[in-house]
């Protein structure tokens, strides 16, 4: 028993012996799912600094397929590591189940929590580190790890490390003792190092909070079992660690009212914070609902969401990616003689906030003016000062009207204009039909009109709608600036001034064809039911879709009043969530209970549209203009950031200049076959592939491909990145058209695959790229290279008619 520790039935609880067989189990499935599946569970082996004769496993599961339901994952852990020993393995330690942020998934709205989880709630304050694990190796040594790694070359192992060895000594016990209490129990001890002198994050830690916070104690088994709060702060007291601060609370209203009220100032006693985790458990006995707005746990197991703030949190954080994308940029243009840094380059969803663009047009010239105060910035040091000189230049007159520049009067709106920014596929007309079932909002759709000029009808519907309604959804794409321009001038002569709400899908955070896959998928599974885009045979939707991604206009904060940022793969629940969040937010209405907002999302699932344009007959241009000239796998990457990450690039003058000039292909893919190679062959393998390609393209959901991007290629007229080792993810429907597609690729065409990046000029053709890559291959001298190390891409193989 724990010296400080009552003899409590929790503890009992969860002292148990070592060996667990359902921790072999889940050890066993991530060991076949990273042999079948690598892009969703990797595993890499470290040898135990304690005891290098033990291999510890570390297993990372790919972070973006958390929010895919059903999970493709055995357990929702983010940090596990394991051993073998005759077959048989150990969890050694396990982080905790991936939590998520109010709005992010089903189970985590404000209504799916009230109705699935039970009291008390208690919220602890989300420290702002990075995670550290402390377990038991052996009965007498430990092992500290970050979230995924450890080892002599992981700095924040090693220094979190140097902090317990301190708090062991000065408590006058022994890593063995630590250890054996550990081992004893089956625990990782949870912790967050937020130590500035070694590694800057957002918020500032003064000396009395610096070291290892210590937030958790959980049992290293397959399901996800924790310590209470009581608990995990008396092993704190007695062995050293900071303790984490927390509030327990009995209700669901407590909490939100709790979160609210710090959320006017971004602070906690004084001090700033960046949320809460909140730890509950899931009801006895919840009540059935969707599969998304179900914890996915069972009755009576704990569960944890976290509330995040926007200020000063999200706003601080985005003031340091700014400066590391100026500093990149600046970097990239060492030799030349502008510096290459600007506010046009930056992305627009960063300076959605007006004091952000003030700080951007700071730090531009203190970047100029004091480089040397950005030597360390890259590496996480200086953060803060930076930050802080800024605010006390804010605070001066020169500052105070620096910021007055960029910053939109504060307007009394009367009513407001909600407007989609999107493209085909994201979801919007749906969100549109839910939100205006739920609080009766006016809503019209430009779809519905069908007349030749049908832009002023549409205008002129949304101006009408709000004569009588004080909130309108103008439900179209608003893709383009010049739409929301329009929206403005159409409801400028209204006193007081309308307010123009955007919800806004951003597309710059995803490669283009991570974006057209998903739009198109959803495109395809709407079927007819839509009044004017509609899948067909020859998949012209796809066409259309790559127009819409190609022409798409970013959002610029000054074009709107309110910003409400969303997630393009969010499913309809998540996004009724968000969508909703923020109308109590911003327009002050009721938060509306479970079952409304349930009902809204079925009724906007069983919408049908009164009226459907009709299917118009192609004409002959039409059908050769649909006729594919090559088919091509679409990659899920997005070269140029990868590209940019790549050190032996940063001199590269041709780099620097297809990056300067735009030149960088906006559609990037993989060449499998082109029309041009029809009939030019004697054998009839190329046939053969268009053929393969045909029938994958034509499949209503079709498989799905992994690849890996090897080097970047390049001489004096075109860049390109070589593409390795392609297999199948999954297969789409019925067959296995794609295990044979994989099959029949020839050693010929393996050795020419590449993504061509860009070319010098317009004269130089991208097809160079194919010889420039074929001759590498077999004379690594002929053109200059440069590893990417593994980088890993999935894409699908569609026709591509330009």
Known sequence: MLAGFSPSSAIRRLSRMVTDTSASSLIKELVELSSKQRKLVRSSKYAAPADPAISITSWKMNEVKYYTVPSPFPTYARGIFSTEQNGEHRIVARGYDKFFNIGEVGWCTWPAIEAHTAAPYTLSLKSNGCIIFIAALSPDKLLVTSKHSLGPTNTHAVTGERWLRKYLEQKGRSEADLAAVLWKNNWTAISELCDDSFEEHVLAYPPELTGLHLHGLNENTR????????????????????????????????????ADEC???????????????????????????????????????????????????????????????????????????????SLEKLPKQKLRREETQAYAKWVIEEIRRDPEAFAEYANNKGIIAIRERFLAFAQTDDGKKSVQEVVKPVKDFGKTVILPVAIPGCGKTMLSL????????GHTQSDDVHVKKAAPIFLKNVVDLLNTNDVVIADKNNHLVQHRQALREATAEFDPPVRLLALN???DKYAPATVHRICS???????????????????????????????????????????????????????VA?????????????????????????????????????DLLPSKKDKDAKKP???????????ETTLKNVEALAQVKFWTRIRQEKRIAARPHITIVHQNSIGSQSSGDAQALWERCKRLSEMEQPPLFQFKLGHVVWNDRVMAVTVDDIELVEEGGEGHHGAEFVAGLEDELKQRLHVTVGTRDPNVPPVEAKAMVAQWRTNGAS??????????????VKRMTV
């Not at 000063?312 to 970097?331: A, F, G, H, V």
């Not at 509306?592 to 906007?604: K, M, R």
């Open 578 to 614: 968000r969508a909703v969040e923020a109308c109590v937010r911003v327009l002050g209405v009721a938060p509306p209970d479970q079952a409304a907002v349930h009902e809204a999302i079925e009724y906007a699932r069983s919408y049908t549209p009164a009226v459907k344009k009709p």
């Open 263 to 341: 959320s006017k100032t971004g602070s906690w006693n004084g001090q700033p914070v960046e949320g809460f985790v909140v730890r509950t458990q899931v009801a006895p006995a919840p009540p059935e609902s969707s599969p998304r707005s179900t914890p996915p746990y069972p009755p009576g197991s704990n569960f944890f969401f976290k509330i995040k703030y926007e200020e000063p949190y999200l706003k601080y954080r985005d003031w340091r990616e700014i400066t590391k994308m100026l500093l990149s940029m600046r970097q990239g243009n060492a030799n030349q003689t502008n510096d290459g840094m």
């Open 505 to 507: 899908w951003a597309m």
């Open 783 to 796: 053109a200059k290279s440069a590893p990417l190390n593994g980088v890993i891409g999935v894409g699908r």
């Open 434 to 441: 839910a939100l205006s079932r739920l609080f009766g909002f």
């Open 629 to 639: 000239r090559y088919f091509a796998l679409l990659p899920e990457v997005s070269v």
């Open 223 to 258: 399901a996800f079992k924790t310590l209470p709060q009581a608990d995990v702060d008396a092993f704190a007291d007695e062995w050293g660690f900071i303790k984490t601060a927390s509030v327990e609370l009995s209700s669901v209203a407590q909490v939100r009212e709790f």
């Open 521 to 575: 998928d959803r495109v395809q599974g709407r079927g007819s039911n839509h009044q004017t885009l509609r899948p067909d045979s020859a998949k012209s939707h796809e066409d259309i879709l790559w127009m819409f991604i190609t022409k798409a206009e970013p959002l610029a904060p000054a074009e709107v009043d309110e910003v409400v940022e969303m997630n393009l793969e969010d499913g309809l629940e998540e996004a």
